[in-house]
């Protein structure tokens, strides 16, 4: 749970930086940091909070340059404080480079440990810290592969530093003089390009580039490597991947609605979710209302389906950050009473249907049913515009331990006795394939416990 920007090609890309990566904040928002090149040196600010309080004008100032790259921070691998804040810095055997990573590798533990048993100090938690350490560890040309003379000296190391790392990633280098975007073979987190005047962007979400008033130009591809330099865009596929496992659970909940992730839009496809979940169930009531934010597109699909009228019955206060995000279940409980307000005037008397992307815990739907009955609804069925959540996540989204996820410890009536429902039902695992295209391309381990990569030693998680 990160996003990351990139930007090659204009002044002050610092500030540029600084906009797309504040697009992203709902990627991450326990720290941000922007890295910046003015080709003579990288410079670089991280600071601990929200892109917009954190980060300060004269911070911008200090590290003006022509290419940046730039990163929101919620930790699903190492200690969550400052330290492992990024963009990583590391000097290599190319000098001075910094990194940016949104994913979780499976091999982090194993792989440090050899590197630290060949003298390789580590000054960070992360298993980011692996993308810049292995830079000095190899090289490797993989067959096939014909570099164009400006990327001879350094995409072997990114080869062998991509040959060597398993998981999740999709990440930007920044060197002196170019940016190296990369995406894992398997392509699980989402990496966009986009254009503005002569300048090249990446950004983990389309959305990053709308304000920006910038092209979305395309995705990197899995497995694709993409160099930005003075003398122009070059595309590299030194490794083929058995399968692709795209994270279903970004169309589901993570991405923005408005962005364009994985060759899909959000918005459809979370829309879509809600219509399937509508065609899936008989129930008939008076109203259908969101759990906003993350209820509100598959509610609209729901009530359109259904042909049901869509009601504000719960108010978001914008001044408070999601549930998700508290490292505690008690800050997550206070948070769900100060951000959610019953509306009595859409509920009294209504038999409701409440429409939410999903239900991890329980706790939250539990405080939103109690929530709307005693704001006079006369009865509230709760809709999932998802399947159960039954398997942790290890490729970069924070769900919780296996043992925490309610579905796994609870039959559907026990659950829905728990959160106090009158009728509970979710969408199926067979509706949700149903949403993309090439189902076979995503992955859908939290609902399926269908792993497509096994973590190597013990998995790697803070929460
Ligand atoms: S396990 Fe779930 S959250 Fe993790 S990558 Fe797969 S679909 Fe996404």
Request: proline content about 5%; glycine content about 8%.
């Amino acid at each position: 749970m990160c996003g990351v920007f990139g930007v090659f090609g204009v002044d002050y890309a610092e500030r540029y930086a600084f906009y797309g990566i504040y697009a992203l904040q709902h990627r991450g928002q326990e720290s941000v940091g922007i890295a910046v090149s003015d080709f003579e040196t990288i410079r670089e600010v991280k600071k601990v909070g929200l892109v917009l309080e954190a980060i300060r004008r004269e911070d911008l100032e200090k590290i003006s340059g022509y290419s940046a790259i730039a990163h929101v921070r919620y930790s699903t691998a190492g200690d969550p404080g400052g330290i492992n804040s990024q963009p990583l810095l590391r000097n290599t055997r190319f000098g001075r480079v910094a990194v940016v990573h949104n994913g979780n590798l499976v091999n982090y533990l194993p792989l440090r440990a050899e590197l630290e048993h060949k003298g390789v100090n580590f000054m960070h938690t992360s298993d980011t810290e692996l993308f810049l350490a292995l830079l000095d560890d190899g090289e490797l040309i993989p067959d096939g592969i014909d570099l164009h003379p400006s990327d001879e000296r350094i995409l072997p190391g990114v080869f062998y530093t991509m040959s060597r790392v398993k998981g999740a990633y999709s990440l930007i280098y920044l060197f002196k003089d170019r940016l190296v975007a990369v995406r894992d073979p398997m392509g699980f987190r989402p990496l966009l390009m986009g254009r503005f005047k002569d300048a090249v962007l990446f950004a983990s979400e389309s959305c990053a580039f709308d304000i920006l008033q910038a092209e979305l130009w395309r995705e990197v591809k899995p497995g694709e490597v993409v160099v930005v330099d003075s003398q122009g865009i070059r595309s590299y596929f030194p490794f083929k991947s058995q399968r692709k496992a795209m994270c279903i659970f970004e169309l589901v909940y993570f991405s923005k609605p408005e962005s364009f992730v994985f060759e899909n839009w959000v918005y459809k496809a979370r829309k879509r979710m809600g219509e399937l979940l509508a065609y899936e169930d008989d129930l008939v009531m008076d109203i259908v209302v969101p759990v906003p934010d993350s209820g509100l597109v598959p509610a609209i699909g729901y009530a359109q389906a259904k042909g049901l009228p869509l009601e504000l019955g719960i108010i978001r206060n914008h001044y408070v950050g999601r549930s998700f995000i508290e490292p505690t279940q008690e800050l997550r409980d206070i948070k769900v009473l100060m951000k959610l307000n019953p509306n009595k005037a859409v509920l009294e008397g209504k038999k409701v249907v409440v429409i939410d992307d999903s239900l991890v815990r329980g706790t939250t739907s539990k405080k939103i049913v109690g929530m709307l009955k005693r704001a006079g609804a006369k009865e509230v069925h709760m809709r999932i515009s998802s399947p159960p959540v039954i398997g942790p996540c290890y490729y970069g989204i924070d769900t919780p331990t296996r043992d925490e996820l309610i579905a796994n410890r609870m039959e559907l009536e026990d659950i829905r006795k728990f959160i106090g429902a009158d009728s509970l039902k979710y969408l199926s695992l067979e509706s949700l394939r149903t949403v993309v295209d090439s189902p076979q391309d995503f992955c859908d381990a939290c609902f399926s416990n269908n792993y497509p990569l096994e973590v190597e030693g013990t998995a790697l998680r803070i929460r």
